[in-house]
Nanobody, 126 residues
Framework: QVQLVESGGGSVQPGGSLRLSCAAS????????MGWFRQAPGKEREGVAG????????YHADSVKGRFTISQDNAKNTVYLQMNSLKPEDTAMYYC???????????????????WGQGTQVTVSS
């Protein structure tokens, strides 16, 4: 089993920055991919960024490219999402996800991940 705990959410003005953290614990040795998703009220959960932890390949949704960056710290079993130039449309609950195994799907598909955190709220408003 793997547990994921997100932190770093909050309220920020447009143009501001936040850094989300996702700390993994438990059987983390088997994980080979992690991702960040978000869900706004009335909308479907969407992929924001993904990282394949072995070769450190990263992916970002078009809507956040150039503004958000996913990264990892293997020593801390933690994945980060640095969010800059935040916009009101970035307001959502942000979820961390982790996956294992050799069956791969697109990084932004929910079925690519086996474990999910509880989420952390990000609100961008003036």
């Amino acid at each position: 089993q793997v547990q994921l705990v997100e932190s770093g959410g909050g309220s920020v003005q447009p143009g501001g920055s936040l850094r989300l953290s996702c700390a993994a614990s438990g059987s983390t040795y088997m994980l080979n991919r992690m991702g960040w998703f978000r869900q706004a009220p009335g909308k479907e959960r969407e992929g924001v960024a993904g990282i394949y932890t072995v070769d450190v390949m990263t992916y970002h949704a078009d809507s956040v490219k150039g503004r958000f960056t996913i990264s990892q710290d293997n020593a801390k079993n933690t994945v980060y999402l640095q969010m800059n130039s935040l916009k009101p449309e970035d307001t959502a609950m942000y979820y961390c996800a982790a996956g294992y195994g050799g069956t791969w799907y697109a990084w932004d598909e929910r079925k690519n991940y086996n474990y999910w955190g509880q989420g952390t709220q990000v609100t961008v408003s003036s």
